[in-house]
């Protein structure tokens, strides 16, 4: 059985794309979309979907204070926010609020692919546009076990420069421990 999509964004445009792309996709199928904020009430009701992509910069309503509406009323629907943000700030709220993950508008279709299956399938996926690939290469080395110096040595830089991009991943990420770096970037998805 197909995993069932609906999508919220206020470009018609944008969301015909999506359609194509998903459409395209056999264990995908898109069940309704919208434009506003004002709709998803109704869409989730007579669609109910099994992931929303939803963009949250609307027209007419607050994207992270909808994103926690929805969790409220369909708690088991996964919420994956489509944004141009790439803040951290902004990603650890929608996360905060209910979201099973961001990916950016700008990012590929397999990628896009890969974030709704990881949610569909009840992962959560962090939010890697915050993450600049040099903090995304060290955390997959941190990740697969690999110690500041295996890591410096593979890289060519030097360890203290390591060390930095650790604390700024924990920083970033809320991330206490190199065990939480661990866990945390085995739950990334394939790039």
């Given at each position: 059985m197909?995993?069932?999509?609906?999508?919220v964004?206020?470009?018609?445009?944008?969301?015909?794309?999506?359609?194509r792309?998903?459409?395209?996709?056999?264990?995908?199928q898109?069940?309704?979309?919208?434009g506003?904020?004002s709709?998803v009430s109704?869409?989730?009701?007579?669609?109910?979907?099994?992931?929303?992509?939803?963009?949250?910069?609307?027209p007419?309503?607050?994207?992270?204070?909808?994103?926690a509406k929805i969790?409220?009323?369909r708690?088991?629907?996964?919420?994956?926010v489509?944004t141009?943000?790439?803040?951290?700030e902004?990603a650890?709220?929608a996360?905060?609020?209910?979201?099973s993950?961001?990916i950016?508008?700008d990012?590929?279709s397999e990628?896009?692919?890969?974030a709704?299956r990881t949610v569909?399938?009840?992962?959560a996926?962090?939010v890697e546009?915050?993450l600049?690939?040099?903090e995304r290469e060290?955390l997959d080395r941190?990740?697969a076990?690999?110690?500041?110096?295996?890591?410096a040595?593979?890289l060519?830089?030097?360890?203290?420069?390591v060390e930095?991009?650790?604390?700024?991943?924990?920083?970033?990420?809320d991330?206490?421990?190199r065990?939480g770096?661990?866990?945390y970037?085995?739950r990334?998805?394939?790039?």
């Amino acid at each position: 059985m197909p995993t069932r999509v609906a999508i919220v964004d206020d470009h018609r445009l944008v969301r015909e794309g999506l359609k194509r792309v998903l459409d395209a996709q056999e264990d995908l199928q898109v069940v309704g979309e919208c434009g506003t904020g004002s709709e998803v009430s109704e869409l989730i009701f007579d669609c109910a979907p099994d992931v929303l992509l939803l963009d949250v910069t609307l027209p007419d309503v607050d994207g992270l204070t909808l994103i926690a509406k929805i969790r409220e009323t369909r708690p088991e629907m996964h919420v994956l926010v489509l944004t141009m943000h790439s803040e951290a700030e902004y990603a650890a709220a929608a996360v905060k609020r209910g979201a099973s993950g961001l990916i950016g508008k700008d990012a590929s279709s397999e990628r896009l692919l890969g974030a709704i299956r990881t949610v569909a399938a009840g992962r959560a996926i962090p939010v890697e546009r915050t993450l600049s690939s040099r903090e995304r290469e060290i955390l997959d080395r941190i990740a697969a076990g690999a110690s500041n110096e295996q890591i410096a040595e593979d890289l060519g830089i030097r360890v203290k420069t390591v060390e930095g991009h650790c604390e700024r991943l924990m920083k970033k990420l809320d991330i206490h421990t190199r065990a939480g770096l661990v866990a945390y970037g085995r739950r990334l998805p394939e790039i």
